[in-house]
Nanobody, 128 residues
């Protein structure tokens, strides 16, 4: 049974930093796609970042977080991270890690329906 567990959320002031972690058990995703999504109150869940092994060290980031957030992964393919710097109040959301073993094309990376496994979410609150 595959399980994803996020950690690292919390309360931080504007301009601060947090590092989220996702730990996968039951399977590694070194050949699939690992991702982060978020859902703010009253809004739909949105894409934040994703990584495909075929892309080497490159990861994809949403425009809203580009330059501030950085996706990274552990070598074994069962842990990945989201380093969040220069946080803004609009970054307040529940952050979810997601994964799939399917070889997604770039145009589907941002679609939550493309992912088969999800964590329970971790709250990130940025105070102004």
């Amino acid at each position: 049974q595959v399980q994803l567990v996020e950690s690292g959320g919390g309360l931080v002031q504007t301009g601060g930093s947090l590092r989220l972690s996702c730990a996968a058990s039951g399977r590694t995703f070194s050949t699939g796609v690992m991702a982060w999504f978020r859902q703010a109150p009253g809004k739909e869940r949105e894409f934040v970042a994703a990584y495909r092994r075929r892309d080497g060290t490159n990861a994809y980031h949403a425009d809203s977080v580009k330059g501030r957030f950085t996706f990274s992964r552990g070598r074994a393919g069962n842990t990945w991270y989201l380093q969040m710097n220069t946080l803004k109040p609009e970054d307040t959301a529940v952050y979810y890690c997601a994964a799939t073993l399917r070889p997604l094309i770039v145009s589907t990376l941002r679609q939550e329906g493309a992912y088969d496994y999800w964590g329970q979410g971790t709250q990130v609150t940025v105070s102004s």
